[in-house]
């Protein structure tokens, strides 16, 4: 059994202050502690970096495209580049998925409603069995819901999505395990 933990879109454009994040720096502390945890297990630590177009705070050429400051990124951890909400969809994660062995997910990062939501539906529907800490991941509040009742209600629905092996595994950072 080997885990990789994708951490999706922790990047300076996103958590700037306009557009603040629910419990972004508890969030990178755990996220920190997690990946530790994951590369002691011999497990491979995924950064995806969105790619926005040009005049988007992602592009390549921006400040807010890199990796937040706080992230404990070490040189053996990936970095794989998405242009879409999906990690999988035209990436190279899921060869580098299956050239690493990898047989097991946790999925984590920013923003719940959004890039971490299809990621879990697209790793559920290719099969991996995925954990998503309850506490690993964040959005913003929404005109329509607050941030802290859409990573609920997210977590409610990943608990219980119909997949080819099941839902997704969901518990708090400290609660996952990887043996």
Not at 28 to 52: W, Y
Not at 126 to 140: A, F, L, N
Request: aromatic residues 6%.
């Amino acid at each position: 059994m080997t885990h990789a933990l994708l951490v999706i879109d922790m990047q300076q454009g996103s958590f700037g202050p306009s557009t603040p994040r629910h419990d972004a720096a508890g969030l990178v502390g755990r996220l920190n502690k997690l990946a530790g945890m994951v590369r002691e297990a011999g497990g491979a630590v995924v950064f995806i970096q969105h790619d926005g177009p040009p005049g988007d705070p992602h592009h390549p050429d921006l400040p807010g495209w890199k990796l937040l400051d706080a992230l404990e990124v070490q040189p053996a951890d990936a970095i794989i580049r998405k242009k879409s909400c999906d990690a999988f969809l035209d990436t190279s994660l899921e060869e580098f998925l299956r050239n690493r062995a990898i047989d097991r997910l946790i999925v984590t990062g920013c923003a719940t409603d959004y890039c971490v939501d299809t990621t879990v539906r697209s790793a559920l529907a290719r099969g991996y069995p995925t954990t998503v800490p309850s506490d690993g991941h964040t959005t913003s509040d929404r005109p329509h819901l607050a941030a802290a009742k859409i990573i609920e209600h997210h977590n409610a629905i990943w608990s219980d999505f119909l997949a080819p092996r099941g839902p997704a595994l969901v518990c708090s950072c400290a609660e996952v395990r990887l043996a």
